[in-house]
């Protein structure tokens, strides 16, 4: 029979620390959850802050309230940041405290009623066809052939297939089990793994199969006999993001384009133009990988205003003209009143 614990000696064991429980829980979402690295820094990061704030208000992370979260967030607001950003944090910091919960550590969740400021939903950036053509087609006679066979593979994978540029990033020459991603040149075929670990596979159209073909070619120049990444620099190692955003936005300028152009704008421009040609908003949302059609749906906003612009620039009726302004003559004579006779 196993002794009885005493409620006083629970009472003077040492409580784990606030970091500990941070770190906790930074293990699970990481490991159990398998979210994805950048999502993990972030949530590092937001929880940091949290703890900063609860030593500056003298309360330990466990006994935080709903009115500490209002104040912190009120702060956060007067301080410039975003009601997105103030969302995200928010978040973070109410899957902590639900996780908290399970664990038996707190009795009431400080941040369940907490919402963060509502924010204007801007519509996504997205290239015109003409630009987007313009940037897919430009070919940078100048340079390394090596640097312009990556670079134009890079631009068509991005505009032809709406991949992140985690999913480009992650690409591979070849399939295997470690493998995050890859082409089939054969199939005209990409298989990515997309957010929430979850795999998709995207049509790959004709030009870009081809500029796959070339740089995979070119790519023996720099490659390493053990490195399976697709995109490479010269010294033979995968690209990073920061790279990547880098070659992208010197292309568009290199093709004359006046918009700096990140990757997810050629992502926008890909469903954008699909969606125009198509109007098949579900196939659009398999495409792109997105598990609510909500978040497909603000491309139609998009493809409503490509029709608007089409009608303003097509139909005799789209722009009435108005009536030139009567200015009045004040020499005139004054009208006659009453009923003539």
Known sequence: MAPETDPAAAALAPQPLAADWVAAYLSHVRVDKRLAERTCALYAEHLQRLQGLAQQQGVALVDVQEAHVRRWMAQMHSAGRSPSGIALVLSCWRGFYHWLGRQGVVQRHPVLGVKAPKSSKPLPKALGVEDALLLADHQQTDTDPVFEARNRCLVELLYGSGLRLAELRD?????????????????????????????????????????????????????????????????????????????????????????????????????????????????VQELLGHQNITTTQVYTRLDFQHLARAYEAAHPRAKTQQAPVQTPDLNAPEPPTGRAK
């Open 171 to 283: 690409l591979d020459v070849q399939a295997s089990p470690r493998a995050r991603g890859w082409v089939d040149v054969a199939a005209g075929e990409a298989h990515v793994l997309g957010k929430g670990s979850k795999w998709r596979m995207v049509p790959v159209g004709a030009a870009a199969v081809q500029a796959v073909q070339s740089w995979v070619q070119a790519r023996v120049a720099w490659s390493l006999v053990d490195e399976p990444a697709l995109f490479i620099g010269q010294r033979g190692q995968r690209l990073t993001p920061q790279h990547l955003r880098g070659l992208l936005k010197t292309r568009a300028a290199q093709a004359g384009l006046a918009t700096p152009v990140h990757p997810h704008m050629l992502r926008h421009s890909f469903a954008s133009h699909v969606l125009q040609s198509s109007s098949d908003l579900r196939a």
